[in-house]
């Protein structure tokens, strides 16, 4: 294999590292000394119990938010604005602006400057890709729920990240709404896209993820294959959580 040129290697993000992540809020240690990392290699699902600090967790790896200690490393860098929109996010409630569906990606890929016919043929590729071609002149404020959802994840698909950061992009959503979704992020992975996905859906972990992470109160307790998580979790908090007995 070689290696790729060195300008595509200045701008990867992957492999994605925590070191010793903590962060603490009033006193509260709501990070606690987390390590993990994201080599991109599988799908991965990030769970655990409401409160564990997945969102948090989420923030602090895509630069959101500045842990008290430890380092986050983007392909064995700091993080830094200019690989920022290598590594994409959507969170659990749409963020949409105040504009049309086709804008609104227009607009992320004007951000990266992705502008021109280059511009215009992957935003229609993306309207396409999340079955909103027909709703493209719509105010994306009237989408429903699922339609927006669809909308916040193509944007990001879009930019073509290296790395997608989901933060439980179904929760709010119905099943029918939730299996486009999952479809949606299922293409995406299949086309080469890397996805770390916050869920506490036992079900939709089951479904796309090939790893999972399981986080309990500020910690990570494992890091364990899919199949193996799911049969024979080696925590005590995941097997809790996957018989349904464990809440914060
Ligand atoms: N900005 C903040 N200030 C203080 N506490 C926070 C803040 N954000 C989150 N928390 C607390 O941190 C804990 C973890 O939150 P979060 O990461 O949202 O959990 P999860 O996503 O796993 O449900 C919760 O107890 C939450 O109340
Ligand atoms: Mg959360």
Redesign the pocket.
């Known amino acids: 294999m070689t290696s790729p040129p060195p300008e595509r290697r200045n701008e990867a993000v992957l492999p994605v590292e925590a070191l010793g992540i903590t962060l603490r809020?009033?006193g509260r240690r709501?990070l606690d000394d987390v390590s993990v990392l994201f080599d991109g290699h599988d799908f991965c699902a990030l769970m655990?119990p409401?409160?564990?600090?997945?969102?948090?967790?989420l923030r602090v790896l895509a630069n959101l938010v500045t842990p008290d200690e430890g380092t986050v490393r983007w392909n064995d860098r700091l993080p830094d604005r200019r690989r920022a929109p290598k590594l994409g996010f959507a969170f659990q409630k749409p963020v949409t602006l105040r504009r049309s569906v086709r804008a609104n990606i227009r607009y992320a890929l004007a951000a990266c400057r992705i502008r021109g016919a280059e511009g215009r043929q992957r935003t229609e590729a993306a309207l396409a890709l999340a079955g909103l071609a027909d709703l493209a002149r719509s105010p994306a404020r009237v989408l429903s729920g699922g339609e927006q959802q669809r909308l916040a994840i193509a944007r990001a698909l879009a930019v073509e990240p290296e790395l997608l950061l989901l933060d439980e992009p179904t929760a709010n959503l119905d099943p029918a709404s939730t299996a486009a979704i999952e479809s949606l992020l299922r293409g995406a992975a299949y086309g080469g896209t890397k996805i770390v996905l916050?869920t506490h859906d036992i079900g939709q972990a089951r479904r796309l993820a090939e790893t999972v992470v399981f986080?309990h109160a500020g910690r990570i307790t494992e890091t364990t294959a899919a199949d193996t998580f799911f049969d024979a979790p080696t925590s005590s908090a995941a097997e809790a959580f996957l018989a349904g007995r464990l809440v914060l």
């Open positions: 809020r009033n709501l655990g409401n409160g564990a600090g997945k969102s948090l967790f916050v986080m």
